[in-house]
């Protein structure tokens, strides 16, 4: 999982495999974002799920959230090589903007 | 879309040297951001402003100045660069702060400081 002290997560897996990603975060939060990174790129929204929904979904991606645990994850189904890219949870500092996880590098090979 | 745009791109500079890397959103956001990202580190928040004339401190602000001129431009000030502000810089912007906004990033400055 991303956040805290852990080094930044590493996934290498082949084009069409499904891979899911996690994120346990510190402070009590309703609301997590996933972003993702391409190479020479700034981050850019994918998904917001809120505690209220448990699941949501938007095309091939799977977002889940659990307060009990304070943990999320995300899922790719059918992953193709362009899905290649750190991807982020973030939560809300509230007078902060958004605090970010460390991430989780997903290498996708043809 | 969103449009946060970052010059310059690339910076190179040399310890004790000024730098000044400038943003600009054309979205009408109120709140801009700067991020500074390290291996290790990930995205770590520096300044944040809510509008012109307005400036808040972030998380790592130290050797960091910022200043927003207007509600399109946010400039991130280093007077005394050190090698340790070696880095990857990112704007961002959003129309409110809280759990539930979108940031939207530039595609960021690398600033090397020899």
């Not at chain 1, 750190?86 to 902060?96: G, I, R």
Request: glycine share 8%.
């Amino acid at each position: 999982s991303q956040w805290g002290e852990e080094n930044l997560q590493a996934l290498s897996i082949q084009e069409g495999e499904d891979v899911t990603m996690n994120c346990s975060y510190k402070t009590y939060t309703t609301v997590v974002q996933w972003y993702r990174q391409k190479s020479g790129k700034g981050p850019a929204q994918l998904i917001l799920i809120r505690s209220n929904e448990r699941e949501k979904r938007s095309g091939r991606l799977r977002a889940t959230l659990d307060t009990s645990s304070q943990s999320s994850s995300l899922s790719i189904t059918g992953t193709l090589a362009t899905d290649t890219a750190v991807y982020f949870c973030a939560t809300d500092n509230y007078a902060q903007g958004l605090t970010f996880g460390l991430g989780t590098r997903v290498s996708v090979f043809p | 879309e969103a449009a946060v745009t970052q010059s310059p791109r690339n910076k190179v500079t040399v310890t004790g040297g000024n730098v000044t890397l400038s943003c600009r959103q054309t979205n009408s956001h109120n709140y801009m951001y700067w991020y500074r990202q390290d291996t290790g580190h990930g995205l770590r928040l520096i300044h944040y402003s809510y509008g012109a004339g307005n400036l808040q401190i972030g998380d790592v602000p130290d050797g960091y100045k910022a200043t927003r001129t207007t509600q399109e431009d946010f400039f991130l000030l280093l007077e005394l660069a050190s090698p340790s502000q070696t880095s990857l810089y990112f704007c961002a912007s959003s129309a409110s702060t809280g759990r539930q906004n979108t940031l939207y990033f530039g595609a960021g400055t690398r600033l090397s400081v020899l």
